[in-house]
């Protein structure tokens, strides 16, 4: 049949998925360990994991400058696979550093959270690196159904279950919205392959305003947005994260993002390209729409979980601004660092509220935070430089981050946008300085004290806070990474 | 003139690291971390006062510079340099510093080491923010400035002051993130964010209108103008004395500092298009403050109204886009960061005593402390603009230049409507204060002022009757500067 002839399989193909296949083998490292290890020895599958992961983005590592496609263009590695990966892998190891102890209080201590986590890595890596449209659901599924269960992981806590329910639910239905859209474009284009789509939209005697490639649009915009949580399909996100273990929220709410964000960029930037006037007005406004809407129902939150959803609503409309931008140099390139910086610094808050966890109180509500300057002052001090970062003030990542989101905005044409994220920033800050209020300026509600971290906490929070300051201070580097991080076949 | 000097560098970042440093002192030793504090800013006074003295008045344009490649992928650099206006601003933060940090010796009680290192890094960023010669950083240090504000006036401020300080820093915070859509757009049309090359480039006239408009409301709002000045008085009152100090005597200047630096350099047309608006905000402004100081019954209130009546002055001085409306209005800005920054001491000091700054528990106190009743009338008097007090000379610059231009003239004859009310709320409160009769029992026992008292107010009247009587060398510093500045129109 044709297509066994086109498929090709050479040794290269196995060095590109090298890392891959690491993280394979440590998933049946773990499985075997878990099998053979007692209830109470549990914690060195933690330690196993931590390890696999460092040595995964060892290796991933190991293949930056490489640029080609594997399997017959369904599996490509460029420098922007290889970011991206960098990204999810730390945060991965961020969520498992910090898993531990949360699962063991809870009487959840299994193996079975570190493999569902680590196959959900799994399809976030080949995520970013799919080059076709099959490779991308297939990636999508495998990320997303053990974030299902991981959501709903504690059996006995009614809010855990049901955000696994309503996510699996949701999930599934979005899932099904994007195949719907995949098989549309599949039948115009008579192809899967991201490059393929490309090269038939560059093609003359192609009416780019096809009513088909609006349903194919708003299909991919409804599957997509779902997973990053975009206005108006973000409403499975605040019961979802409050109801899910702290470290799986931390983890969802950043690697589940950028992965996703992969892909809309791969789609969007590759493929779709040439549709740009068509959908880029449209998501504008819906980037708009999802940064208010983020921002102002935070505002009303009491849980300080749920504020931290909605925040990351929030971020994900900034991130659209520069998913609009990708016709312009600098737009796939600060999307990029923004997810980076993102990444360490929407971690960090999740790892201080497991740490405020203890006994009399489940850490998450904003009645912990009252006078916490008095009770911890170098846990505020870190929560500040958060809080600064989320905001977007110097000199943290986050303003750098933010500022490059604004200048690829800007540049294509989208000053609008800008200058709404820059109310939206505003009010923001309204929200994040509320928490630094209660910490120094009202007096402690909850007598107890803070239980001394493990090691995996303490060296996964000073990551989070040297890398935050990193970024601001010496941008440059990062800088250089991202814009150096170009998609194979991009404009 | 040097080629690289790292003296403006030293002078940001010494409060800046002598803040961190203080951080890692014990808690418990107190006297320790303030003369550590005190130290530091000592330190950073006298690396002031070299610059202003090593500097050539002579030379129009930036001098100390220094150059240090940043982010070269989007072309930002460290670039810190100086010229005649913005000197006179980074000494006054260094002097302002050490008088707080001496004020504030016996009246902070809480959490001392963490005030001091917020004072510290304020110090430090406000420097930042009047030497920086790259768009990105001034934006840098404006933001970082907010901070620390916030904090002061939020832990050691007044009963109020949760309200105060989130008002504070959202108001300003809001104003300023429209700055960063326009520096962005800024960058995209020239390719440089380097405020020298910034300043001789031409931009097209309707970007320069927005952005103009972005810049004024981070500035306005700074300012403040009315009618972005409400909160103001909210902060003046809810924070400590030294707080109101440094917010009044430096932060404000930060506002018109941005208008005569970006706003007429950089956006000519823009300025002259807006110039009626602005002037008529200005006036109303000084009108406006001073008829709401006059109904105040709060000491601090009112003098954080007369801020807004003053500072219409000063916008009403720069707009006029004559050299000696902008000469005077530097001039007076420097003016109003001494005598208000002074009132506000005396102020703080007159509450340490009587407990109260309510002006109708208050009365009788000049024969009771005779010295502080002298210093506090040499400060009201020069508030007013009594000749002699460098008010005088400010203000009176300011109204001559305005009246030279003929487009600013019949705002300047408004604005003398503003000196009599001026001298109306100043002298009524100053009678209301310190004569008439004692209220209460226990005001019989105040001491007066004692010599660490006297000495925070002292350079201030050093300055107070130098300026007064012989400003010619502080126009001096300026008048290369401004006689080369662009978007002036006589």
């Given at each position: 049949m044709k297509m066994f002839e086109q498929l090709q399989f050479s040794f290269n193909d196995i060095v590109a998925l090298l890392p891959e296949i690491i993280l394979c083998l440590v998933i049946l490292g773990i499985i075997f360990t878990d099998f053979m290890s007692r209830k109470k020895d549990k914690e060195i599958i933690s330690y196993i994991t931590q390890i696999g992961l460092l040595l995964t983005m060892i290796a991933v590592f190991s293949l930056i400058g490489e640029k080609h496609t594997a399997y017959s263009g369904m599996f490509v590695i460029d420098n922007f696979a290889i970011f991206l990966k960098i990204v999810i892998l730390s945060v991965a190891v961020l969520s498992v550093a910090i898993s531990h102890k949360f699962i063991k209080d809870e009487g959840y201590e299994s193996g079975e959270y570190y493999i569902l986590l680590l196959f959900s890595v799994l399809g976030m890596m080949f995520m970013a690196s799919a080059g076709d449209l099959i490779s991308v659901f297939v990636g999508l599924e495998l990320m997303a159904i053990p974030c299902y269960f991981l959501t709903g992981?504690?059996?006995?806590?009614r809010s855990s279950i049901e955000g696994g329910l309503k996510y699996f639910l949701m999930g599934a239905f979005s899932s099904a919205v994007l195949l719907y859209g995949i098989s549309f474009l599949y039948g115009v284009t008579g192809t899967t392959n991201l490059h393929q789509i490309a090269l038939y939209f560059a093609s003359s005697g192609v009416n780019l305003n096809n009513p088909i490639f609006y349903l194919i649009l708003i299909l991919f915009a409804a599957g997509f947005g779902f997973k990053i949580a975009a206005?108006?399909?973000?409403?499975?996100?605040p019961d979802v994260y409050e109801g899910a273990p702290t470290p799986i929220t931390a983890f969802m709410s950043t690697a589940v993002k950028a992965a996703s964000f992969a892909i809309f960029l791969r789609v969007y930037a590759t493929s779709l390209v040439a549709l740009h006037a068509n959908w880029a007005p449209t998501l504008a406004v819906l980037a708009a729409l999802t940064m208010s809407i983020g921002n102002v129902v935070a505002v009303t939150q009491t849980n300080v979980k749920r504020m931290l959803a909605y925040s990351s609503i929030a971020h994900a409309g900034y991130l659209m601004l520069g998913l609009v931008s990708?016709?312009?140099?600098?737009g796939v390139a600060s999307v990029l660092l923004y997810l980076l910086v993102y990444a360490f610094m929407n971690v960090g808050p999740f790892i201080i509220l497991i740490m405020l966890k203890n006994k009399k109180s489940?850490?998450?509500?904003?009645?912990?935070?009252?006078?916490l300057g008095k009770r911890a002052p170098a846990l505020a001090g870190i929560m500040l430089l958060f809080l600064f970062a989320l905001t977007g003030l110097p000199p943290t990542g986050g303003f750098i981050a933010k500022y490059y989101l604004f200048i690829a905005a800007v540049k294509a044409n989208f000053a609008w946008l800008a200058v709404v994220a820059c109310v939206n920033t505003a009010i923001s800050a309204f929200y994040y300085f509320r928490v630094a209020m209660l910490m120094y300026m009202y007096e402690p509600k909850i007598d107890a004290e803070i239980e001394k971290p493990s090691r995996s906490v303490l060296v996964a929070l000073y990551t989070c806070v040297v890398m935050t300051l990193l970024i601001g201070i010496i941008p440059n580097q990062f800088f250089e990474a991202a814009r150096q991080s170009v998609m194979l076949l991009a404009k | 003139m040097q080629e690289s000097s790292i003296i403006l560098t030293l002078v940001t970042f010494i409060p800046i690291i002598g803040g961190l440093f203080l951080l890692m002192l014990p808690n418990k030793q107190e006297g320790l971390i303030k003369k550590v504090a005190m130290l530091v800013a000592i330190i950073n006074l006298i690396f002031c006062t070299y610059l202003v003295m090593a500097f050539d008045s002579a030379i129009p344009g930036m001098q100390f510079k220094q150059t240090v490649s940043w982010i070269p992928s989007l072309g930002i650099n460290y670039a810190v340099g100086v010229d005649g206006i913005s000197i006179l601003f980074v000494f006054l933060t260094a002097l302002l510093t050490v008088i707080t940090f001496l004020a504030s010796w016996s009246n902070i009680n809480m959490r001392i080491k963490e005030y001091n290192f917020w004072f510290l890094f304020l110090s430090g960023s406000v420097i930042g923010v009047f030497i920086s010669l790259d768009l990105f950083l001034f934006y840098l240090f404006w933001e970082i400035m907010l901070v620390p504000m916030y904090l002061i006036i939020g832990i050691w401020g007044g009963d109020n002051r949760l309200y105060a300080s989130i008002k504070f820093f959202l108001y300003t915070l809001a104003g300023s993130v429209f700055m960063l859509v326009a520096i962005a757009a800024m960058y995209l049309k020239t390719g440089t964010f380097s405020i020298e090359t910034l300043m001789a480039y031409n931009f097209p006239v309707n970007l320069q209108f927005w952005l103009f408009l972005a810049f004024a409301l981070g500035f306005s709002i700074k300012v403040p103008m009315f009618p972005f000045h409400t909160w103001l008085p909210d902060a003046h009152v809810q924070a400590p004395t030294c707080g109101s100090v440094v917010l009044a005597g430096v932060l404000l200047k930060m506002g018109s500092y941005g208008f005569i630096r970006f706003?007429?350099?950089?956006?000519p047309d823009a300025v002259q298009t807006f110039m009626p608006l602005l002037l008529t905000l200005s006036v109303i402004g000084i009108i406006y403050g001073a008829l709401m100081a006059l109904a105040q019954t709060d000491l601090k209130k009112l003098i954080a109204y007369s801020s807004v009546s003053h500072m219409g002055f000063i916008m009403l001085g720069i707009f006029s886009l004559t050299k000696q409306g902008v000469a005077g209005g530097v001039l007076q800005m420097f003016n109003h960061g001494v005598t208000t920054g002074a009132l506000f001491l005396c102020v703080g000091l007159i509450y340490e005593r009587a407990h109260t700054k309510a002006i109708a528990e208050l009365g009788g106190f000049a024969k009771q402390i005779p010295i502080y009743a002298v210093l506090f009338a040499i400060f009201s008097l020069s508030s007013l603009g009594l000749p002699g007090t460098n008010g005088f000379v400010g203000e009176f610059t300011i109204i001559l230049g305005a009246y030279k231009s003929v487009a600013s003239r019949p705002y300047a004859i408004v604005a003398m409507l503003g000196i009599i009310f001026g001298a109306a709320y100043t002298l009524w409160m100053y009678q209301r204060v310190m004569f008439m009769e004692l209220k209460k029992e226990e005001f019989k026992k105040i001491k007066d002022l004692n010599f660490r008292e006297i000495m925070t107010l002292f350079p201030f009247i050093i300055f107070t009757f130098w300026i007064g009587f012989y400003p010619a060398p502080f126009f001096g510093i300026m008048e290369a500067t401004i006689n080369a500045m662009r978007g002036l129109i006589s």
């Amino acid at each position: 049949m044709k297509m066994f002839e086109q498929l090709q399989f050479s040794f290269n193909d196995i060095v590109a998925l090298l890392p891959e296949i690491i993280l394979c083998l440590v998933i049946l490292g773990i499985i075997f360990t878990d099998f053979m290890s007692r209830k109470k020895d549990k914690e060195i599958i933690s330690y196993i994991t931590q390890i696999g992961l460092l040595l995964t983005m060892i290796a991933v590592f190991s293949l930056i400058g490489e640029k080609h496609t594997a399997y017959s263009g369904m599996f490509v590695i460029d420098n922007f696979a290889i970011f991206l990966k960098i990204v999810i892998l730390s945060v991965a190891v961020l969520s498992v550093a910090i898993s531990h102890k949360f699962i063991k209080d809870e009487g959840y201590e299994s193996g079975e959270y570190y493999i569902l986590l680590l196959f959900s890595v799994l399809g976030m890596m080949f995520m970013a690196s799919a080059g076709d449209l099959i490779s991308v659901f297939v990636g999508l599924e495998l990320m997303a159904i053990p974030c299902y269960f991981l959501t709903g992981i504690f059996k006995n806590k009614r809010s855990s279950i049901e955000g696994g329910l309503k996510y699996f639910l949701m999930g599934a239905f979005s899932s099904a919205v994007l195949l719907y859209g995949i098989s549309f474009l599949y039948g115009v284009t008579g192809t899967t392959n991201l490059h393929q789509i490309a090269l038939y939209f560059a093609s003359s005697g192609v009416n780019l305003n096809n009513p088909i490639f609006y349903l194919i649009l708003i299909l991919f915009a409804a599957g997509f947005g779902f997973k990053i949580a975009a206005v108006p399909f973000h409403m499975w996100c605040p019961d979802v994260y409050e109801g899910a273990p702290t470290p799986i929220t931390a983890f969802m709410s950043t690697a589940v993002k950028a992965a996703s964000f992969a892909i809309f960029l791969r789609v969007y930037a590759t493929s779709l390209v040439a549709l740009h006037a068509n959908w880029a007005p449209t998501l504008a406004v819906l980037a708009a729409l999802t940064m208010s809407i983020g921002n102002v129902v935070a505002v009303t939150q009491t849980n300080v979980k749920r504020m931290l959803a909605y925040s990351s609503i929030a971020h994900a409309g900034y991130l659209m601004l520069g998913l609009v931008s990708v016709n312009v140099d600098d737009g796939v390139a600060s999307v990029l660092l923004y997810l980076l910086v993102y990444a360490f610094m929407n971690v960090g808050p999740f790892i201080i509220l497991i740490m405020l966890k203890n006994k009399k109180s489940s850490g998450e509500m904003l009645s912990d935070f009252h006078g916490l300057g008095k009770r911890a002052p170098a846990l505020a001090g870190i929560m500040l430089l958060f809080l600064f970062a989320l905001t977007g003030l110097p000199p943290t990542g986050g303003f750098i981050a933010k500022y490059y989101l604004f200048i690829a905005a800007v540049k294509a044409n989208f000053a609008w946008l800008a200058v709404v994220a820059c109310v939206n920033t505003a009010i923001s800050a309204f929200y994040y300085f509320r928490v630094a209020m209660l910490m120094y300026m009202y007096e402690p509600k909850i007598d107890a004290e803070i239980e001394k971290p493990s090691r995996s906490v303490l060296v996964a929070l000073y990551t989070c806070v040297v890398m935050t300051l990193l970024i601001g201070i010496i941008p440059n580097q990062f800088f250089e990474a991202a814009r150096q991080s170009v998609m194979l076949l991009a404009k | 003139m040097q080629e690289s000097s790292i003296i403006l560098t030293l002078v940001t970042f010494i409060p800046i690291i002598g803040g961190l440093f203080l951080l890692m002192l014990p808690n418990k030793q107190e006297g320790l971390i303030k003369k550590v504090a005190m130290l530091v800013a000592i330190i950073n006074l006298i690396f002031c006062t070299y610059l202003v003295m090593a500097f050539d008045s002579a030379i129009p344009g930036m001098q100390f510079k220094q150059t240090v490649s940043w982010i070269p992928s989007l072309g930002i650099n460290y670039a810190v340099g100086v010229d005649g206006i913005s000197i006179l601003f980074v000494f006054l933060t260094a002097l302002l510093t050490v008088i707080t940090f001496l004020a504030s010796w016996s009246n902070i009680n809480m959490r001392i080491k963490e005030y001091n290192f917020w004072f510290l890094f304020l110090s430090g960023s406000v420097i930042g923010v009047f030497i920086s010669l790259d768009l990105f950083l001034f934006y840098l240090f404006w933001e970082i400035m907010l901070v620390p504000m916030y904090l002061i006036i939020g832990i050691w401020g007044g009963d109020n002051r949760l309200y105060a300080s989130i008002k504070f820093f959202l108001y300003t915070l809001a104003g300023s993130v429209f700055m960063l859509v326009a520096i962005a757009a800024m960058y995209l049309k020239t390719g440089t964010f380097s405020i020298e090359t910034l300043m001789a480039y031409n931009f097209p006239v309707n970007l320069q209108f927005w952005l103009f408009l972005a810049f004024a409301l981070g500035f306005s709002i700074k300012v403040p103008m009315f009618p972005f000045h409400t909160w103001l008085p909210d902060a003046h009152v809810q924070a400590p004395t030294c707080g109101s100090v440094v917010l009044a005597g430096v932060l404000l200047k930060m506002g018109s500092y941005g208008f005569i630096r970006f706003c007429i350099p950089m956006f000519p047309d823009a300025v002259q298009t807006f110039m009626p608006l602005l002037l008529t905000l200005s006036v109303i402004g000084i009108i406006y403050g001073a008829l709401m100081a006059l109904a105040q019954t709060d000491l601090k209130k009112l003098i954080a109204y007369s801020s807004v009546s003053h500072m219409g002055f000063i916008m009403l001085g720069i707009f006029s886009l004559t050299k000696q409306g902008v000469a005077g209005g530097v001039l007076q800005m420097f003016n109003h960061g001494v005598t208000t920054g002074a009132l506000f001491l005396c102020v703080g000091l007159i509450y340490e005593r009587a407990h109260t700054k309510a002006i109708a528990e208050l009365g009788g106190f000049a024969k009771q402390i005779p010295i502080y009743a002298v210093l506090f009338a040499i400060f009201s008097l020069s508030s007013l603009g009594l000749p002699g007090t460098n008010g005088f000379v400010g203000e009176f610059t300011i109204i001559l230049g305005a009246y030279k231009s003929v487009a600013s003239r019949p705002y300047a004859i408004v604005a003398m409507l503003g000196i009599i009310f001026g001298a109306a709320y100043t002298l009524w409160m100053y009678q209301r204060v310190m004569f008439m009769e004692l209220k209460k029992e226990e005001f019989k026992k105040i001491k007066d002022l004692n010599f660490r008292e006297i000495m925070t107010l002292f350079p201030f009247i050093i300055f107070t009757f130098w300026i007064g009587f012989y400003p010619a060398p502080f126009f001096g510093i300026m008048e290369a500067t401004i006689n080369a500045m662009r978007g002036l129109i006589s």
